[in-house]
């Protein structure tokens, strides 16, 4: 299948590893011009190299003029962006009874505002030529709450009803906004929650590991390349008819539809 991404310009923020990484690599892959970011430049700019069409720009994602500065850079490039891939950090691990005022502040700062600053400085481009794709890399914590996330599901579950009321409002303009819900994929981020979890049950990572994969109908974690290839569909020409999706890249672990 043709994805008729050749000549866009995808834009993804926080991709210098992990799933932001496996999804740029993806487009570019397909043909599209990619702007690879990070807070480490050096390390984007590596990333882009290896890339057909790529470049590598410092980008804070939590940091407002850091986020309007890549954006800049990105058009002098390669002009304006045709396709938003949302990423970032996450809220540290805790649970809803012991969340304060300034962590429910934090959810909302770290997973809502900047996503929404980066689709309102590129929005207004793509609904003018009438093509665009919105894509946030977001969690099964929206479908069924994660344990111990509670600051990451209040953000996430936030984020994800901001876009999908966007969607109803830009999709006669040509414009797709859909969300991509990893399960357990082997990124680093999920590493680091396997040894917390390990830590706080008094196991390895390794039982923690295996217990989890036991618990996945699929048997085994994700591969970064697996989510990064939904992705570039979700942000390719035949997926047009695709808007205000939750799709899960999941292996099966949550049970639901």
């Known amino acids: 299948m043709d994805l008729q991404l050749r000549g866009k310009t995808a834009f993804v923020a ?21 702007v690879i970011t990070g807070r480490r430049r050096e390390t ?36 304006l962006i045709d396709i938003l891939v949302l990423n970032g950090p996450g809220p540290k691990p805790g649970t ?24 309102s400085e590129t929005l207004p481009g793509m609904r003018e030529r009438g093509w665009g794709r919105i894509l ?14 509670a600051a990451s599901n209040l953000g996430r579950a936030a984020l994800a009803n901001y876009l999908k009321t966007l969607s109803t409002e830009v999709a006669a303009d040509g ?7 990893p399960g357990r ?16 049950q008094g196991l390895s990572r390794q039982e923690v590991e295996q217990r989890s994969q036991q618990s996945i109908p699929a048997g085994r974690y994700g591969e970064p390349a697996e ?11 035949p997926a ?7 799709l899960r890249c999941d292996g099966g672990l949550v049970g639901t539809l």
Do not use: K
């Not at 069409?53 to 986020?67: F, K, M, N, W």
């Open 14 to 34: 926080a991709s210098t590893g992990g799933l932001g990484r496996a999804t740029a690599e993806a487009l570019a892959h397909e043909g599209a011009n990619v």
């Open 44 to 79: 984007a700019e590596q990333i882009a190299a290896a890339l057909p069409s790529a470049i590598g720009l410092e980008l804070d994602v939590l940091d407002a003029a850091s986020r309007t500065r890549a954006l800049e850079q990105a058009r002098d490039a390669f002009g």
């Open 96 to 119: 809803a009874a012991d969340m304060t005022a300034d962590g429910a502040r934090t959810a909302f700062e770290q997973l809502v505002e900047p996503h929404r600053q980066l689709v």
């Open 136 to 149: 946030a890399v977001g969690s099964s914590g929206i479908v069924s709450p994660l344990p111990n996330l």
């Open 175 to 181: 414009v797709t906004v859909n969300l991509l819900l």
């Open 185 to 200: 994929i082997a990124t680093d981020r999920v590493a680091n929650l396997d040894a917390a979890q390990a830590e706080r």
């Open 227 to 237: 989510f990064g290839a939904a992705a570039a569909f979700l942000c390719s020409g």
């Open 240 to 246: 047009s008819y695709v808007t205000g999706v939750a």
